[in-house]
């Protein structure tokens, strides 16, 4: 294996690592999410997409072991960062839980889509696999569309939520960056069309006006 | 249909009833228990015996729906006894879940084989294939005796923990059976061999042997 080949592996370890442990977390969430849905339907729907990321948590400790990784080695740089951003935006209600769950699933899809573009065929299969949609979004678009129609002033309390998870996703994000260079390079370049060094700072204002449009959506 | 016939389609509904919203319940404990797991490779063992029981949860209400019963009605005579049982036994910490998680498994699974030779063959693979093992036995059995080895005082703490875990359970029991008298009957019918008029008392003595052996297994 060559120098390069190597940095190579590093940094998909490194990115199915920090996929792999967001995955876990996003099922941890959700299944608490969905323990405190009001109505038996809710329960179970948001039961059936905590379900679908723990599938996408497994494949991607699959494709770890296959690589010759230990999973648990490669998602453990990725626990304190995740954990800290959780810590940070534990939702105060039932609709935070949602609109989280939603920013969370949009911000992680732009990323995997980026990312997969660079990856071999097998890897970036599986990256495409993970973030297909787990029917999160159009759940929760119903569900606090409808909360806002009953209750308008919420519409304002909501926006600020969703602006300070951006916020903190990108604090973490650029303590992920500075922590590790084999990952960020990888990252980096998936969203440099140039193919050049790249600008951290232009896939993170990218990623906030995508957080926008969907924000748009939610009617927020 | 026949009276008879109703009355029992009507304890089936019941029944399954029960068991989903057991499930779903037990899915949410679960994966709570998962993630206050200390290392990676428990949260990662039990969230999978979580969505084993959330693929408990899908089936019974598949069955549900197919029986021409609403999921979400069935269930709902269930959810306060059920949720008045883990309010009143919230585990104070990690291996009071592990404790709360298994004695709840094993009274499930004989309460299972007894009312599955009642059912006729389809109703029967149903019981019997939701109270497939998921694991969960071996796993804490392990988890707990090594943490009584560690420290010897836990087992009196975890033993009286068992007990009240298995009154509390009695006392919800004795509720849904003054509440469901069809329910009762299909159930009491179950575990009396002589196909009379049954005893509940004498089928809650049995479960409660039960109960003992498992605890000693645990070393409690």
Redesign the interface.
């Known amino acids: 294996m060559t120098g390069t080949d190597a940095a190579a592996a590093d940094a998909l370890t490194d990115l199915f690592g920090l996929l792999a442990?967001a995955e876990?977390v996003a099922?941890?969430n959700l299944?608490?999410d969905?323990?405190l849905a009001s109505?038996?339907?809710d329960?179970?729907a948001l039961?059936?997409m905590?379900?679908a990321e723990?599938?996408h948590?497994?494949a991607l400790?699959g494709a770890l072991t296959r690589m010759g990784a230990v999973?648990?080695t490669a998602?453990?740089p990725f626990?304190a960062p995740l954990d800290a951003f959780h810590a940070r935006t534990a939702p105060a209600d039932w609709l935070e839980g949602l609109v989280k769950a939603y920013v969370g699933d949009g911000i992680a899809a732009d990323f995997y889509r980026a990312v997969a573009e660079l990856l071999e065929p097998q890897a970036k299969a599986l990256v495409l696999e993970v973030m297909a949609d787990t029917g999160h979004a159009d759940f929760v678009i119903s569900r606090v569309r409808a909360a806002i129609e009953a209750d308008p002033p919420l519409a304002g309390r909501l926006a600020l939520w969703a602006r300070r998870l951006v916020g903190e996703a990108l604090a973490q994000a650029h303590r992920v960056v500075a922590e590790r260079p084999a990952l960020a390079g990888l990252v980096v370049g998936a969203t440099d069309e140039a193919g050049g060094q790249g600008d951290i700072g232009r896939m993170f204002a990218r990623i906030t006006d995508a957080h926008d449009r969907r924000l748009a959506a939610l009617g927020l």
Chains 1, 2 share one sequence.
């Open positions: 442990y876990l099922f941890f299944s608490g969905a323990a109505s038996l339907e329960k179970a039961g059936e905590a379900v723990f599938g948590f497994r400790h999973p648990e998602m453990r626990v």
